[in-house]
């Protein structure tokens, strides 16, 4: 889906949301392999329990330091977050992954987010 801190007056590129869409990234000890950009050699997992404000790098924060009225557990809340905090694995490469509940994540990308099943 369009991320919510996407600009919706522009849609965003969809050429890479239609070379991501249905592809299987499997998280390894010493690797992630996927499609780029979720492929990485060399992770460095770091799981980390986040607030609303700091989850996709801090996006809904920043949301919120240019309009006041835009609240972040609200807007975590639309993408599926049942309050905080929120579990977030750091892999060390360029995605990071917020897990909604035990089967399901998402990961944000270019002004997209991605939900993750697992299988």
């Known amino acids: 889906m369009v991320a919510p801190w996407a600009d919706q007056q522009r849609k965003p590129e969809g050429a890479e949301r239609a070379r991501l869409i249905g592809k299987a990234i499997v998280l390894k000890a010493k690797e992630i392999s996927g499609p780029q950009p979720f ?9 980390t329990d986040y607030g609303p404000d700091m989850i996709f ?10 309009d006041r009225k835009a609240d972040p557990k609200a807007s975590a809340a639309s993408l599926g977050f049942a309050g905080a905090p929120i579990r977030t694995l750091e892999t060390g490469c360029e995605i990071d992954v917020h897990f909604v509940d035990d089967t399901t994540a998402e990961v944000g990308l270019n002004n997209y987010v991605y939900t993750l099943k697992k299988r």
């Open 39 to 47: 492929a990485c050699a060399k992770p460095q997992y770091k799981v």
């Open 57 to 66: 790098q801090g996006a809904f924060g920043e949301m919120q330091r240019v």
